[in-house]
């Protein structure tokens, strides 16, 4: 095409270029976000985990605006804490024991950590949300099985007195006394009280009617005879070395103990204790058969004991009639 025919062309062409409406072109750019109403769904939870339980704790519950952790009621949180998770968790440690003169091990408790709780609230924004493992310590049980095998290396006190067998009402009472205070353990430091540890003496938990000392006068009750186990007791406790707590002598006097060597007792009455003031626990080991009451106290081999003499039994008090 030659230059004559080029400026024709444009002669043509600029009326109509002039007759189209004027597009302005915008560069493309990225869209603005939507606006987001932090109150619309989000909720600010503290999520804690222990083996197959779960907790979740909305912190709005106590006063969390979820974005100011002073916002946060520490006494609400301290009362979940303890309502919930230490309901839940928290776990005495118990100490190895006998049963039937057969040991039950020990078992550790457990304590949820609180310290460590409350340390998270601080960075709230840090572990809401997520689950977290509750923090727990292990409390450790006073006394192992392993130690209270150890209580018996050693024996520290012992005593033995006689009773009619025949009469059976009162040595089946003597029986069930010392079964109930058979195989005690005593930390140190710990009181012993005879009423709490055997219990009420009555026919619903298996005592008979015996003769007992009422006020310096003979009568009939239930539970005669248990006064033989707490005065053989409190012999051998005495023998010892241990501490006396509360004694109290019958009105009369008995025959199964010099004179002046018995302790009384009655429920809700006259009470004999001691008290373990060693560096050991002790073992309280009782055996009532064939007319022979022997009650023996032992601690592990490093106990510290300072035993006493004390007076033996007499053997015909057997023979003789028996009250208490």
């Known amino acids: 095409m030659n230059k004559k025919m080029h400026v024709i062309l444009l002669i043509l ?18 869209p603005e976000p939507a606006a987001v109403d932090a109150d619309s769904s989000f909720v600010p939870t503290l999520v804690l985990e222990h083996r197959d339980q779960r907790w979740v704790f909305p912190l709005r519950d106590i006063g969390f605006d979820g974005i100011d952790p002073t916002t946060l009621n520490r006494t609400l949180a301290l009362e979940w804490i303890a309502g919930i998770l230490e309901r839940d968790l928290n776990r005495p440690a118990r100490s190895a024991y006998y049963h039937e003169r ?5 078992q550790a408790g457990l304590k949820v950590d609180r310290q460590r709780i409350e340390a998270w609230f601080d960075r709230i924004h840090e572990v809401m949300g997520q689950p977290l493992a509750v923090p727990v310590n292990i409390v450790k ?64 938990r ?26 053989t007791l409190y012999n051998s406790v005495d023998k010892a ?33 001691f008290q373990n003031q060693l560096n050991e626990p002790i073992l309280i080991v009782a055996r ?8 023996s106290i032992y601690g592990p081999e490093e106990i510290h004991a300072k035993p006493r003499k004390v007076p033996v039994a007499p053997k015909q008090a057997a023979l003789l009639e028996e009250v208490e």
Not at 288 to 295: C, E, H
């Open 141 to 204: 049980p006073q006394l192992t099985a392993a130690k209270l095998r150890r209580l018996k290396e050693k024996q520290i006190g012992s005593y033995l007195t006689y009773y009619n067998e025949w009469n059976r009402n009162r040595a089946h009472n003597i029986h069930l006394a010392t079964e109930a205070i058979d195989h005690k353990v005593l930390m140190p430091g710990e009181v012993f009280s005879f009423n709490k540890t055997v219990g009420p003496r009555s026919q619903a």
């Open 102 to 106: 057969r040991i039950v091990p020990e």
């Open 288 to 295: 009532a058969s064939n007319g022979r009451l022997l009650i």
């Open 206 to 231: 298996g005592y008979r009617p015996a003769r007992i000392i009422v006020k310096g006068e003979y009568s009939e009750g239930v539970g005669g005879g248990i006064c033989q186990t707490s005065s």
């Open 241 to 273: 070395g241990l501490k006396i707590v509360e004694r109290q002598r019958h009105s009369k006097q008995v025959a199964y103990v010099p004179k002046g060597r018995d302790a009384t007792v009655s429920w809700g009455g006259p009470d004999f204790k």
């Open 13 to 30: 062409l600029v009326p109509l270029l002039i007759s189209m409406p004027f597009v302005p072109v915008v560069a493309a750019s990225s």
